[in-house]
């Protein structure tokens, strides 16, 4: 008995039944019977003789063979719903991605390649999302032709690589080594940045004054707008000194970007205006957030800043092209704003160093990575004291 018949009950798919090395085996391949019964029969023995490689692989090892999802699900368990601010949500939006294009159901821990993460990486980049095609067909299905960001591919790629190497790990011991995994290329240069004169059209262009208010905070502070300004709270912000203002980022987009900045009298005159009105008005709250207010019991913000964003760049004639358009780098939004504020600096001769601490990045390459091209004549300086100290020489 070759270990796969049609059940009664169930015609539409086959079904494997065998024992192997004292290993009951009783479950359906998921290949459908169809209407070439000899070809779909081949593939069931397929999946038959697959599953007995596992428990070849199992006994022999010592380490259970297990499904890619399975591994999903335990780590999402285990780690992910725990260690993650979010409870995973993100995590599982990702694998749920993942899943589908490595066909996750039926590939076994032991069967990815480096090659497949690699064509499943080329995959993401030039034709987007996919989905797991149905159970008994090959391959995954293209439902976007739009490819992924670098970014966010290599951002799916790190995700699959921490669950695989908690595979290798003593505790779980379901894989011996992972396989090689090439992120893709990433150009971390950031696109537009404002010159003074854009953005004094900006300002003027903006019609309302607590767009402006928002504007000035965002490039002379450089912080994220949805994840740091607009979560920033007043007890976060020190108007008790003299002069200047100290502004702390807790919510940011990593904990290496938390950071204090101690900013200047303008940042502090348009807070205080900001307080003084909202306490006029009766709606001051000392720990609540700066840019939102309740609304019975839901937050929401004072205005709507993408919009007004929008509608004042417009009107600055700060106007790009439909390829520009296209292109997410080269887009004139409010995160543009911190490249600006970024750009800035650099101009005024303020050292790199300092910038990634303004910035709030983790590690300095990473400000060079984004930042590194707008200092075209960076070396120009330390060429002069070099060559300076040839002077004497004859």
Known sequence: MDGVRIRKDAPKCWFM???????????????????DKRASRLLALQEANKERERIDVEQTTGQKQITLTAAFDRYYNEVASKENKDGGKAYLGITKRLAAALEADTTLLRDLTAAKIGEVRQAFLTSGK?????????????????????????????????????????????????????????DKRCGRCLTKEEFNRLLLAAGSVHLKRLLKLLVLTGAR????????????VDLTRNTGVKLRFTNSKTAASERTLTCGDKVRDILIEMRDEQQKAGVYNPTGRIFMREDDGALVLWFDPTG?????RKRAGLNLTETEQNDKKRKITLHTLRHTCASWMLEGDQPMYKVQAWMGHSQIQTTIDIYGHLDPNKFESAVAVLESNLDFAA
Request: aromatic share 8%; proline share 1%.
């Open 17 to 35: 039944e065998f024992t192997h090395k004292g290993v009951l085996v009783r479950r359906s391949t998921w290949i459908e019977v169809g209407t």
């Open 130 to 186: 996919l989905v797991q095609a149905a159970k008994g067909q090959a391959g995954a299905k293209v439902v976007s032709d739009k490819g992924l960001s670098a970014g966010t591919v290599n951002q799916y790629l790190g995700v699959l690589k921490a669950v695989l190497n908690k595979c290798t790990t003593e505790s779980w011991n379901l894989l011996s080594r992972v396989p090689e995994i090439e992120l893709a290329d990433l």
């Open 225 to 236: 707008w949805d994840v740091e300004m607009m979560s920033l709270t007043w007890d976060r």
């Open 308 to 312: 007004a964003f929008e509608t004042a």
